[in-house]
């Protein structure tokens, strides 16, 4: 079992700039793919982001060139940098790990952007 605990969330302006991190309880070498994820107040979870084992990533349209995965296995954690961020990000945002098909899941972090 792995525990996930999102953190870094909060209100910014718009343009402004966040750091979010996932602490996992577990080792995350081991993990497929580690990625964030959001949920904006009446629509459905969405993909952002997603970091393989060897590093390699993929995001969705509407953040490419303003976010950035990272992981730092040694820490077993995870990170979402965002920059220039829009009303329209505006969700909250949760941490996922995938164990090669099992999937584990942080309770989120909210993220607000409103001047």
Do not use: H
């Amino acid at each position: 079992q792995v525990q996930l605990v999102e953190s870094g969330g909060g209100l910014v302006q718009p343009g402004g700039s966040l750091r979010l991190s996932c602490a996992a309880s577990g080792s995350i070498f081991s993990m497929r793919a580690m990625g964030w994820y959001r949920q904006a107040p009446g629509k459905e979870r969405e993909l952002v982001a997603v970091i393989t084992g060897g590093g390699s990533t993929n995001y969705a349209n509407s953040v490419k060139g303003r976010f950035t995965i990272s992981r730092a296995n040694a820490k077993n954690a995870v990170f979402l940098q965002m920059n220039s961020l829009k009303p329209e990000d505006t969700a909250v945002y949760y941490c996922n790990a995938d164990r090669w098909g099992t999937y584990y899941w942080g309770n989120g972090t909210l993220v607000t952007v409103s001047s």
